[in-house]
């Protein structure tokens, strides 16, 4: 092991930019660089400090991530691109979204024989959001290969009617991993054998499935509203039609 040339280092934090010159070593067998003041910090040139990553991961969680900046800047006076504030949020959201794959997944979870809330209520429903697809990873400018296309995210909702909690959750999975999630969330509000299950939503087969699945004969389903009324506004004419051709 033998003295290499220093090099500049330097890292993002809620200070600001930190540089230091770092003192390089090299393994005379292997060959290899070996940087001790980066090992022991657990920091590489051009990255960012854990506090600062939690800053922008809490920001990326209540904002788009255009505006991480923006309130970055305007909390601590600091700078960060929407790309490397994307980055980050996105890699410390993906355990969390893993491990809510997981419990969405599971068979094994019972209902509780206890008697805890008579009723909830459920909601799901799907809208689509746009995606942005690259055709090959291996490619370096993945810009040049960018298509967008349309994607359909799944919401749930569970309410408990005497008490202000109200739990939501969303996936772009499939309609299983939708109702999967739907009884997770009952399962967190406090479902119980004796529980009732009043679903409401716009009528969508998959929906109607899922929660007969799920919930079975303690559920009920409803069509709201606004979506009923849309469905007999359309059927009109037609019925109209009918009717004049038999008066006629």
């Given at each position: 092991m033998r003295r290499q040339r220093k090099k500049p280092l330097y890292w993002h934090s809620l200070l600001g930019t930190?540089?230091?010159?770092?003192?390089?070593?090299?393994c005379q067998k292997t060959r290899k660089v070996f940087r001790p003041f980066s090992s022991s910090a657990q920091i590489h040139c051009r990255g960012y400090s854990l506090p600062?990553?939690?800053?922008?991961?809490?920001?990326g969680a209540d904002v788009p991530f255009g505006k991480i900046p923006e309130k970055l800047k305007e909390h601590?006076?600091?700078?960060?691109?929407?790309?490397?504030?994307?980055?980050?949020?996105?890699?410390h959201a993906r355990p969390e979204l893993s491990s809510a794959v997981k419990l969405s997944q599971k068979?094994?979870?019972k209902i509780s024989d206890k008697d805890k809330i008579e009723q909830i209520i459920a909601e799901m429903d799907g809208t689509m959001i746009p995606i942005v697809k690259t055709t090959d990873d291996k490619i370096i400018d993945r810009r040049k290969t960018r298509s967008c296309c349309w994607k359909e995210a799944r919401l749930s909702l569970v309410e408990i009617p005497?008490?202000?909690?109200?739990?939501?959750?969303g996936t772009v999975g499939t309609v299983d991993e939708a109702g999967n999630q739907l009884l997770h969330s009952a399962l967190r509000a406090g479902i119980?054998?004796?529980?009732?299950?009043?679903?409401?939503?716009?009528g969508a087969s998959w929906i109607v499935n899922q929660v007969m699945r799920l919930f079975g004969e303690r559920a009920s389903y409803l069509i709201d509203f606004y979506h009923l009324c849309e469905y007999l506004a359309a059927a009109a004419p037609r019925?109209?039609?009918?009717?004049?051709?038999?008066?006629?």
């Open positions: 930190i540089q230091v010159i770092e003192q390089t070593f090299i600062l990553q939690r800053a922008i991961t809490d920001f601590y006076g600091i700078t960060v691109s929407i790309s490397s504030a994307q980055f980050i949020t996105q890699k068979s094994v979870e005497t008490q202000k909690r109200t739990i939501i959750v119980d054998n004796n529980t009732k299950v009043h679903a409401l939503g716009d019925g109209n039609e009918q009717q004049q051709k038999k008066n006629g």
